[in-house]
């Protein structure tokens, strides 16, 4: 657990998710899929129910090469990351991640501040030796913060998301953890 302090004073916490945050995860899913379009689904397209949503939380949770986090602001969730690595010997050292933040919050340094979480995990892991991401390659806020913390641009996807008939690319970015 993390705590970290707006400049406002206000306290956040940056956690591990646990099942009993199911409920206010899928009510924070349901938030965000409206307010931006840079994630990876929009408006009732997470199609988790409660109890899907709790057995990926303890299903993460028990992985060694995995992590859901939260980031909590007066018991709400505010901001949540998620990593998972390879299931096969041969990939179990590089995972993904996604992360996103309620709008509210947006500029506040809670998704760098969650981004950093995972980085520490990683090294204290001794597992995880790749971080990978992808990102619209006009989410220039977003790319900011990845090189920001060591990321770099590894390739780009063309036509990677499709929204309103427009396609949008995306750069596959990575960071080497040693």
Known sequence: MKEIRLKDYSRIIIREANVNDAKKMLKYLDQISCESDFLTF??????LN?????QFIESTSKQKNALFLVAEHEGEIIGNLNFSAGIRPRTMH?????????KDYWGKSIGTE????LIQWCHDSKIIKKVNLRVRTDNQSAIHVYEKLGFKIEGTITREF????RFYDTLF???NID
């Open 162 to 165: 499709k929204i309103n008939d």
């Open 114 to 117: 969650l981004i950093k979480y």
């Open 50 to 54: 409660l109890q899907q949503q709790e």
């Open 42 to 47: 929009g408006k009732g397209e997470f199609n």
């Open 173 to 175: 970015m990575g960071l």
């Open 94 to 102: 590089t995972g993904e991640f996604g992360v996103s933040v309620l």
